[in-house]
């Protein structure tokens, strides 16, 4: 399964950088891409919405005087409350991001420009049936979003979804799922994809734009701490049990939302998903330190290796 040549380029460990809200910034991006990763943020950080032209030179300018860097992606939410596409898609092309990644709805009306100065479009999924559509779409890969992922999850085992998959789609996949070590990394080629897809464990570095208290959290929390409901987007996602209580809310009795009750052009609540109820992965007790994000990335490195030893030294 061929990583695509365009974002081959100074890629140093096969990882894409999740984009996460409020949390994905350009210093973050510029450090993970420097880093040998594919560093991304959602379109919708950069707040006001004219200040995502500033972003997009920040981090192709800081790029472009590193050789050795990784492509960044930018990631789109395809929604009908999210106001802001046109504009912000319109500015990926004058930019030529190398890679845009897509969420919720199939991108058709997003590929043919993309395409048209040579980038390349990825889209998330949770199932068969989102990655059929995403395909007939023309998408150049697949993000699978399975159990375990940080934000808008799935309930698929990785198993299960790279199989499946796997079946009808021998082109570039991204697992997405509690992957927060080396090791983890080695084990999403070793299933089938191309690239690990990793974001909580990029919450808890320096360079993130997460509260202090956030980033501790991340921290301090296990598996058992992530709760799994769509009441506070109307999807279903994986949030901090610690910032559920924080917000005055009971998280084994939450309320069913659904997709109807989704916004991103609105104000939220009281309790605004991502800023004040936090999104992490079930790779949360993976996490023992917060790290200047090249650290991290190092540190990866070595596990990615010392991983990879391990297994072809194995007689089995």
Known sequence: MPIPASLQKG????????????????????????GGTI???????ARPKEELDTWLSIIKSALADDPHAAPFAVNQIIHQSNERLEHDMALCVKHEVPLIITS????DEIVPHVHAYGGKVFHDVISVRHAEKALEAGVDGLILVCAGAGGHAGMLSPFALVGEVRKFYDGPIALSGAIASGSAILAAQAMGADFAYMGTRFIATQEANAQAAYKQAIVDSAAVDVVY????????GNYLKKSIV?????PD???????????FGAAAGAAKAWKDIWGAGQGVGNIDDILPTAELIERLKQEYRSAKLALCSNPF
């Open 246 to 250: 924080a917000a005055g809310l009971d």
């Open 253 to 263: 009795n939450l309320p069913v939302k659904d997709k109807t009750s989704m916004n």
């Open 11 to 34: 890629l140093a460990l096969p990882v894409i950088c999740a984009p996460m809200f409020i949390v994905s910034n350009p210093d973050l991006v510029i450090a993970q891409c420097r």
């Open 39 to 45: 560093g991304s943020f959602p379109a919708l950080n």
């Open 104 to 107: 919720l709805r199939a991108p």
């Open 229 to 236: 409901t769509p009441y506070f987007t109307g999807v279903h």
